[in-house]
Structure formats: C-alpha cells, structure tokens
C-alpha cells in the first residue's frame, strides 16, 4: 500500500536516477534517456534502456502517489517496445495500477509491472520522509503535470497512427506506380533491342553476297532469246555449207569458200544473162515442145 513514506517524497527525477543504480548494480548496461537526466520536455515513452546478453529492456517510471496508471500507459509502452525491437518492457510506479492495467500486461509475457510496494523492496530504506505539510508544491504539481501529459500524449497516440498509417499508404502508392514506370520502360527497351538485333542479323546475312543491280538481273532474258535463235539456226547453216568430200573424207566449209570468192562485176553479170539469153534461144529452136 502506497503511504507517506520517503518514496512518497522522492522527487521523479531522483526516482529515475535511483532505478537506473539499481539496476546497474543488477549487472545490466542502463542508458538514461529520460526527462529526468536529458532535461527535455518529452521522452518518447521510455526512460531507461536496459542491456545485458544481447537482450533490450525499456522501463517507463511513473512517480505518481495520489493516481493509478492506467491500461493506456500498458498499450503505449507495448506499442515502444515493438517499434524498437526490444525484448521486453517495465512499468514502474510508486502507486499502483488499475485493474485493466494488469489485465493488459498478463496478456502480453513480455511486459512486467511493478506497483509501489514492490519498488519499495527493490530500493530498500531510504532516508525518512519530511511531515506532509512541509512537502514542496513543486513536487505534487510535477506530479500532476506529468500525468496531464500522459494522458495527452495518450489522446495524441490514436491520431498519429493514423497520420503514420495514412503516410505508409501514400509512400506504398508511389512505390507501386514507379515499380509499373520501370517495367513499362524496360519491356519498351527490350523489344527495340530486339528489333534492333533483328535487323543487324539481316544485314549480316547479305554481307559477301554480289550485289545484282536492275540491269543486271534483266540481261539473263535479253541474253536467252537471242542465245535460242542462234542454237536453233546453227545446224541448218551447218548442214547447208558442211560438205564431205568423197575423195578425201574430209569435211569441207562451202560457206567460208563462197565467202572468199570475189564478187562479179556488172559487165560479168551481163555477159552471164546473155549467154543464158542466147543458150535458152538455142533451146527453143531445136526443141519445139518448149
């Protein structure tokens, strides 16, 4: 039970100094990143960070006497503990807790409460506690701020999450759409690589091949037709002129012979027609029938 004793009087900040002794001579490692050493307004939920094997340990100290710390301040220091990673978390309180406080903590394994009775058994006697009407203002009304704070900060948690959950979605939105920018963008560049290998390939294909220009691929059929008629009219002129003489076997060329002979004059050819004139006159008179 909670009673004006010198834990009573003990100031919160001296109450954070004496947790942290205590548990440096508990063999733990003890990092004081609360409000009563860094002398700052808000201390993010946590005021001693305990080390030792590896293991992470957060511990809230609430010096509250004439309150019950709530399941809210559970719920928060959960919440810490996850975010951080840690391996546990403590709640301390020279007073007491409320019933769903404990009911929140005995669902999770991993949180430990320690009320006003059992910190006073960790810490031992200390020195006696001024009569109550000598007690400084001060203290009752740090006291009074700090769980007006809490119980702000514990309004304040519900709209963060959604702040933080409402940011995670954008953040999760503007990946996705990068995400789709970027294969759209290397699906384009594959297919004009492949085209681009594609068309390389054809040209290395017609690489050492004769180019054929229009005239060229014509001249087969200008070629042929003159090629047939000289085939076809080869042996007539060869039959014609080719003669084999009966005296020596030999074949002999007409042709080249006629080719050779000189041409007659006109005179000649005249003195050709007229003695053929005379000898078809001879022909007549003495063969009456023609």
């Known amino acids: 039970m909670v009673g004006d004793d010198a834990l009573t009087a003990v100031r919160w900040d001296r109450l954070e100094h004496l947790l942290a002794a205590y548990y440096r001579d508990a063999g733990y490692q003890v990092t004081h990143v609360g409000t009563g050493a860094t002398a700052g307004r808000f201390d993010g939920g946590v005021d001693l960070e305990l080390r030792r094997d590896g293991r992470l340990v957060l511990v809230q100290v609430k010096h509250w006497n004439a309150c019950q710390v709530p399941h809210n301040d559970v719920h928060q220091l959960i919440g810490v503990m996850v975010n951080a990673r840690a391996d546990g978390a403590i709640v301390v309180t020279s007073g007491e807790f409320t019933r769903a406080a404990i009911e929140a903590a005995a669902r999770n394994a991993q949180v430990q409460l320690i009320d006003g009775d059992e910190l006073r058994a960790m810490l031992g006697p200390l020195p006696d506690a001024p009569p109550v009407a000598t007690r400084t203002a001060d203290t009752l009304a740090a006291q009074v701020g700090e769980h007006q704070l809490n119980a702000a900060i514990s309004r304040a948690v519900p709209a963060?999450?959604?702040?933080?959950?409402?940011?995670?979605?954008?953040?999760?939105?503007?990946?996705?759409?990068?995400?789709?920018?970027?294969?759209?963008?290397?699906?384009?560049?594959?297919?004009?690589?492949?085209?681009?290998?594609?068309?390389?390939?054809?040209?290395?294909?017609?690489?050492?091949?004769?180019?054929?220009?229009?005239?060229?691929?014509?001249?087969?059929?200008?070629?042929?037709?003159?090629?047939?008629?000289?085939?076809?009219?080869?042996?007539?002129?060869?039959?014609?002129?080719?003669?084999?003489?009966?005296?020596?076997?030999?074949?002999?060329?007409?042709?080249?012979?006629?080719?050779?002979?000189?041409?007659p004059t006109i005179a000649e050819v005249r003195e050709s027609q007229r003695k053929a004139d005379a000898a078809m006159e001879v022909l007549r008179h003495s063969t009456p029938e023609m």
Do not use: W
Request: net charge positive; aromatic share 6%.
């Open 160 to 263: 963060g999450r959604k702040a933080a959950k409402s940011y995670a979605k954008a953040t999760a939105t503007a990946l996705l759409l990068k995400a789709f920018a970027f294969v759209a963008i290397m699906l384009i560049g594959y297919q004009v690589i492949q085209a681009s290998f594609r068309n390389l390939g054809e040209s290395l294909k017609d690489i050492g091949k004769p180019t054929v220009s229009a005239s060229q691929r014509s001249t087969p059929t200008t070629q042929l037709a003159p090629s047939r008629a000289v085939v076809s009219a080869t042996p007539a002129v060869h039959n014609f002129c080719i003669e084999r003489d009966p005296r020596t076997g030999m074949s002999v060329d007409r042709c080249v012979e006629h080719a050779t002979r000189p041409k």
